[in-house]
């Protein structure tokens, strides 16, 4: 079945109101069974167990995996299964994409065990005890959902913002459930070309192809071949043309072509506009501000001497960070429609006139939030008081910082896809600074609030697109989120001490433990326990310029009601982003931007051409190569999204667990540490 959505111009011109009366009457199907007993228990024991496989990876890497794709396949092909032997029926579409919500929240959930109270582990020497940091964890999860609902009617139901991942989770699914010629076609694309970016992963994989096929591996990056001992490039060394930018390697600036073919397919499904913006921000950052910062000597190579990613983005964050903030403040209360009517529909007298909203059946109601933020953040303030010596007060300023990182967060992973968690976790620590200088903990902890808050709300939401496509009941899946949570908790938090950390401080930071998610927090904090005067006067100069170029260019795109091709979002993030990853994102947009372009005008060729009475569509076959990829974008994406994270997850625990050789993860804690040092004066 094709996916029923709104044009960009009826995104631009109609009401929200318009909107939510077209998706109920287009979209939803509220009589399709959703949230049942098997999707949940499904939801729960997948999340449960793959949250697993993210807490060994983000341990030996400091990376989160998102496994909601991985969950949709492994439950639709089990109970394709369980239905063809009789012993069950198959899911309907809305029970997978309730059991997807539900694995994605266990997946995500225990992020903080490998950043932020690792991070704390690290600093005070102690061992936060299992029931702490369970019921921490619950807290916070309860918090992202109360966080992210109000901003779901801007987000997802007014802007109609992408969110890549959750828009590929959503075509997965309408394709694995679709019969239908169109649906089948859809389906064979996602697995054709879910098996090419497979394959693509394993030729890349270094230990797996030189230990069992005894071949070379792809180059990571394909400009390798112009580094290091090999033929091309001692010959272009010898020659001195070893590619460079004011006599830097261009690689020491993370100017790389990666091998990896899952960012171009998120930047198809993020757009040409934002895949510009980010190109803009990162030429900025890293072929401007980036070499002038070090000509200056403020951004300092590491202790192996090197530059690159790791001490670029120490100075630059700064900037980003204040961008991603101005710009979200002012775009959220720039335009307080949804909020004032909250407010209203919560403090209306009795018999007064009420504005009826078409969705208040299916939606969280508003005034959930508004009633439950202050509960749960109470609950917090009290706990960090009880648990982590954290003043009230200070936990009080954090609720703040938790909206506006939480707003920061949902724009960026909205537009896309990425979560610049630790990014924004700088913020927060940033003020605690300045608020409690020599308060460590509470510089660690308050970060962690924001970080997490915000993780959860912005993942939340990135379940909810695919429910929203597909016509689910978003109050459901804000249900199943807890069920996930809950779930991934109880699956990890016990793994993590009894497997992992085994009652042993010793171990953090180390080859068995090394955490590297852990080590900015760790000395981000440590650098700010004097406040800002340790900060480079650039990063502080910095500040200010983003903060100020973020409002005037969200000014901008709105009084040219988002025809501006600038978005602020897009630029910020490219400054927290390596250039590949930026680079690669915006040609995988201009691809199938073009190819959409190409189909647009040989569908007006065909037309001129055709009689006028002609009124029989073009029929699948007669379709060129570019037309069939250009009107399937988001099952091609998803397709290359899934095989490639499938057979990513897979090979990164292979090459952990059996090739534990592999040390590359371990060297990333020293150089963090160092390149942090070079910002005090």
Same mark, same amino acid.
Request: aromatic fraction near 12%; include cysteine.
């Given at each position: 079945m094709t996916i029923e959505q709104l044009t960009p111009e009826q995104i631009r011109t109609m009401s929200l109101a318009e909107k939510d009366t077209w998706w109920l009457q287009n979209v939803y199907r509220g009589d399709m069974p959703q949230l049942t007993w098997r999707a949940a228990v499904t939801g729960m024991l997948l999340g449960g167990l793959l949250s697993l496989t993210n807490l060994y990876i983000g341990a030996r890497t400091g990376w989160v995996l998102g496994v909601g794709i991985t969950s949709v396949i492994l439950s639709f092909g089990a109970f394709k299964l369980l239905a063809r032997v009789g012993l069950g029926h198959e899911m309907t579409l809305l029970e997978n994409n309730a059991m997807q919500s539900i694995a994605t929240s266990a997946g995500y959930t225990n992020a903080a065990l490998t950043s932020s109270?690792?991070?704390?582990?690290?600093?005070?020497?102690?061992?936060?005890?299992?029931?702490?940091?369970?019921?921490?964890?619950?807290?916070?999860?309860?918090?992202?959902?109360?966080?992210?609902?109000?901003?779901?009617?801007?987000?997802?139901?007014?802007?109609?913002?992408?969110?890549?991942?959750?828009?590929?989770?959503?075509?997965?699914?309408?394709?694995l459930h679709d019969d239908q010629? /169109? $649906?089948? =076609?859809?389906?064979? %694309?996602?697995?054709?070309?879910?098996?090419?970016?497979? +394959?693509?992963?394993? #030729? *890349?994989?270094?230990?797996?192809?030189?230990?069992?096929?005894?071949?070379?591996?792809?180059?990571?990056?394909?400009?390798?071949?112009?580094?290091? /001992? $090999?033929? =091309?490039?001692?010959? %272009?060394?010898?020659?001195?043309?070893?590619?460079?930018? +004011?006599?830097?390697? #261009? *690689?020491?600036?993370?100017?790389?072509?990666?091998?990896?073919?899952?960012?171009?397919?998120?930047?198809?499904?993020?757009?040409?506009?934002a895949g510009v913006s980010m190109l803009a921000g990162g030429v900025l950052n890293y072929f401007v501000l980036a070499p002038?910062?070090?000509?200056?000597?403020?951004?300092?190579?590491?202790?192996?001497?090197?530059?690159?990613?790791?001490?670029?983005?120490?100075?630059?964050?700064?900037g980003a960070v204040a961008a991603m903030t101005t710009s979200s403040l002012y775009a959220f209360f720039s335009r307080p429609q949804v909020l004032i009517e909250a407010f209203r529909g919560l403090f209306r007298r009795r018999g007064g006139p009420a504005k009826v909203d078409v969705l208040a059946a299916i939606e969280l109601p508003l005034r959930v939030s508004f009633i439950g933020v202050p509960i749960a953040a109470g609950v917090l303030v009290v706990l960090g008081h009880l648990w982590f010596g954290i003043d009230p007060w200070l936990g009080v300023v954090a609720v703040p910082l938790v909206f506006v990182t939480a707003l920061v967060a949902v724009s960026a992973t909205g537009l896309t896809g990425i979560t610049p968690t630790g990014t924004l976790a700088k913020l927060t620590q940033l003020a605690f600074g300045v608020l409690a200088p020599r308060n460590i903990i509470a510089n660690v902890m308050s970060a962690g609030i924001t970080a997490e808050v915000s993780n959860n709300a912005a993942n939340l939401l990135m379940d909810i697109k695919p429910g929203y496509m597909l016509g689910a009941k978003p109050r459901q899946q804000a249900v199943g989120h807890l069920l996930g949570a809950v779930a991934g908790l109880a699956f990890s938090v016990p793994v993590w001490y009894l497997v992992f950390v085994q009652g042993d401080l010793s171990r953090y930071g180390t080859d068995r433990l090394p955490v590297p998610a852990a080590v900015p927090w760790k000395a981000v904090a440590e650098l700010l326990m004097s406040g800002l005067d340790n900060l480079d006067p650039t990063a502080r100069v910095a500040v200010v310029v983003g903060a100020v170029v973020g409002i005037v260019l969200e000014v901008v795109?709105?009084?040219?009601?988002?025809?501006?091709?600038?978005?602020?979002?897009?630029?910020?993030?490219?400054?927290?982003?390596?250039?590949?990853?930026?680079?690669?994102?915006?040609?995988?947009?201009?691809?199938?931007?073009?190819?959409?372009?190409?189909?647009?005008?040989?569908?007006?060729?065909?037309?001129?051409?055709?009689?006028?009475?002609?009124?029989?569509?073009?029929?699948?076959?007669?379709?060129?190569w570019f037309a069939i990829a250009a009107d399937n974008t988001e099952a091609l994406c998803a397709g290359v999204i899934a095989g490639g994270a499938l057979m990513g997850i897979g090979l990164k625990v292979l090459d952990l667990m059996v090739f534990p050789e592999v040390k590359e993860a371990h060297a990333l804690a020293p150089l963090v540490e160092h390149a942090l040092a070079a910002l005090a004066r």
């Open positions: 109270f690792a991070a704390y582990s690290m600093v005070t020497g102690k061992i936060v005890p299992m029931h702490q940091v369970f019921i921490w964890l619950v807290v916070i999860a309860v918090l992202g959902v109360l966080f992210a609902f109000p901003m779901k009617k801007r987000f997802i139901n007014d802007e109609q913002l992408p969110f890549p991942d959750g828009r590929a989770a959503g075509v997965l699914m309408d394709a010629t /169109d $649906g089948l =076609l859809k389906a064979k %694309l996602l697995a054709g070309f879910g098996a090419a970016a497979a +394959l693509i992963e394993v #030729l *890349r994989d270094e230990m797996l192809m030189r230990v069992v096929f005894a071949f070379r591996a792809l180059p990571s990056h394909w400009d390798d071949l112009l580094y290091g /001992d $090999g033929d =091309l490039a001692r010959w %272009l060394a010898r020659r001195g043309l070893t590619p460079r930018f +004011l006599g830097i390697e #261009l *690689r020491e600036l993370s100017v790389q072509c990666d091998s990896s073919v899952i960012l171009l397919a998120t930047g198809g499904l993020m757009g040409v506009e002038w910062m070090i000509r200056r000597g403020v951004i300092v190579p590491d202790a192996l001497g090197h530059y690159g990613y790791g001490q670029i983005v120490v100075w630059s964050l700064w795109r709105q009084l040219t009601r988002n025809r501006f091709w600038l978005s602020v979002m897009g630029m910020a993030l490219a400054l927290v982003l390596p250039f590949q990853d930026v680079w690669t994102l915006f040609l995988g947009s201009v691809v199938f931007w073009a190819l959409q372009r190409k189909t647009t005008r040989w569908r007006a060729a065909r037309a001129a051409q055709a009689p006028a009475v002609e009124v029989v569509p073009v029929v699948e076959v007669a379709r060129p």
